[in-house]
């Protein structure tokens, strides 16, 4: 079993729809929880970072964490085209060497 | 804002040839961390390091592989002997503190092993 899955897509959606993108892990010891964007041949950009169940909010993203159900989603209104990227999800034990276990990653394509 | 910086931007090199892949980290930050993406699949962990030395590193990370704070601010992966599949793009990351677990990755290094 992985560590971590993600919903693989692609996923295309007409702009202006609710994007879903959504991640499970198999380890209890994870506790932070991020997401990065990633444009092709590019670094990872974090968009979103918590370490506690329940949303946390910054403008269009949504990150929602359900640590019982060990589930992690992405929520993006109002979606434009340049939100078309990679999603990563990644998770961190709680260790302080902190490295990052990824998901495999889901391609948007929002189209005008 | 102040970002992780990574040189070069591409490298093409030999196989069986020594490369130093090259990292700025932000300047205040303790904890740095090397990733790399084979094209077409995930981003995996290699190493972390911290306080001059290796905290963690995965399977991947052989004896081809070293890492090395040389100075104040640089950060550098060197691969010994590269191999056609080490071609793959390379991150580096870094972080400030163990309270703040946010990593701030480069833009990265391709590294094409022929």
């Known amino acids: 079993q992985k560590e971590v899955e993600q919903d693989p897509g692609p996923l295309s959606v007409p702009e202006g729809a609710i994007v879903s993108l959504n991640c499970t892990y198999s380890?209890?010891?994870?506790?932070?929880f991020m997401w990065y964007r990633q444009y092709s041949r590019k670094g990872p950009e974090l968009l979103m970072y918590t370490y506690s169940s329940g949303n946390k909010e910054d403008g269009r993203f949504t990150a929602q964490v359900d640590k019982s159900s060990k589930y992690i989603s992405l929520f993006i209104r109002d979606s434009q085209p340049s939100d078309s990227a990679t999603y990563l999800c990644?998770?961190?034990?709680?260790?302080?060497?902190?490295?990052?276990?990824f998901g495999d990653g889901t391609t948007l394509t929002v189209k005008p | 804002e102040p970002e992780v910086t990574q040189t070069p931007s591409h490298q093409v090199t030999q196989m069986g040839q020594e490369v130093i892949l090259r990292c700025v980290p932000i300047s205040n930050h303790l904890y740095f961390y090397w990733y790399r993406q084979i094209l077409g699949q995930k981003v995996e962990f290699l190493v972390s390091f911290y306080n001059n030395e290796i905290s963690e590193k995965s399977e991947i990370f052989d004896d081809q592989f070293s890492v090395e704070r040389p100075d104040g601010s640089n950060f550098t992966l060197k691969i010994r002997s590269t191999k056609l599949e080490d071609s793959a793009m390379y991150f580096c990351?870094?972080?400030?503190?163990?309270?703040?677990?946010?990593?701030?990755f480069g833009a990265g290094t391709r590294l094409s092993v022929l």
């Open positions: 990644a998770i961190i034990s709680g260790t302080n060497a902190g490295k990052s276990t």
């Open positions: 380890n209890s010891a994870f506790q932070y």
């Open positions: 990351a870094s972080r400030d503190s163990p309270a703040k677990n946010i990593q701030y």
